[in-house]
T-cell receptor
Framework: DTEVTQTPKHLVMGMTNKKSLKCEQHMGHRAMYWYKQKAKKPPELMFVYSYEKLSINESVPSRFSPECPNSSLLNLHLHALQPEDSALYLC????????????FGSGTRLTVV | AQSVSQHNHHVILSEAASLELGCNYSYGGTVNLFWYVQYPGQHLQLLLKYFSGDPLVKGIKGFEAEFIKSKFSFNLRKPSVQWSDTAEYFCAVKGSGGYQKVTFGIGTKLQVIP
């Protein structure tokens, strides 16, 4: 298995809803990442987990809450989002350093109404 | 801090024309370099990557890129473009050590006219 799988592919949520995005990989990668991509812009890093511990938070608002329950799973919990949070959310994973294999998932397209 | 500069924001070519998209990076160490393509409404797809070894890297769909360390460049090339190559192209850089983030360039929109 050489893929990063993200679910759902599309999500529409209201500003008072609570939802979660899920990311899964079975490549044995020990680092996992959340990126956000707005329309016509490059992806921007949000969070990095290394060995299931949060190692980088790029000053992301608390309405986004990441969770890494095990080495294969990465969640992004969403609560009280704003319409400007509508974007494509990308998950990625990578093996230890100096080993090729940085892999992106296909993303969840989120619309906040 | 690492950064990526893509010089051409919007390129329009006729089919069969040759393509070269410029990419320069800034990073104070050994780098991994990537080109990604994003077709309209779709997700990122990896075109090619450079980690080490031969600086001329061949990717999918007839694309290639050359890593020139002295120029901090990683330009993308294709000898003959097709209408189906119409997409956004992102150059990206990652430090080779540790669990580092990938930093993307602003992207180049390629439009191929039949």
């Amino acid at each position: 298995d050489t893929e990063v799988t993200q679910t759902p592919k599309h999500l529409v949520m209201g500003m008072t809803n609570k939802k979660s995005l899920k990311c899964e990989q079975h490549m044995g990668h020990r680092a996992m990442y959340w990126y956000k991509q707005k329309a016509k812009k490059p992806p921007e890093l949000m969070f990095v987990y290394s060995y299931e511990k949060l190692s980088i938070n790029e000053s992301v608002p608390s309405r986004f809450s990441p969770e890494c329950p095990n080495s294969s799973l990465l969640n992004l919990h969403l609560h009280a989002l704003q319409p400007e949070d509508s974007a494509l959310y990308l998950c990625a994973s990578s093996p230890p350093s100096r080993v090729p294999g940085y892999t992106f998932g296909s993303g969840t397209r989120l619309t906040v109404v | 801090a690492q950064s990526v500069s893509q010089h051409n924001h919007h390129v329009i070519l006729s089919e069969a024309a040759s393509l070269e998209l410029g990419c320069n990076y800034s990073y104070g160490g050994t780098v991994n370099l990537f080109w990604y393509v994003q077709y309209p409404g779709q997700h990122l797809q990896l075109l090619l990557k450079y980690f080490s070894g031969d600086p001329l890297v061949k990717g999918i769909k007839g694309f290639e890129a050359e890593f020139i360390k002295s120029k901090f460049s990683f330009n993308l090339r294709k000898p003959s473009v097709q209408w189906s190559d119409t997409a956004e192209y992102f150059c990206a850089v990652k430090g080779s050590g540790g669990y580092q983030k990938v930093t993307f360039g602003i992207g180049t929109k390629l439009q191929v006219i039949p």
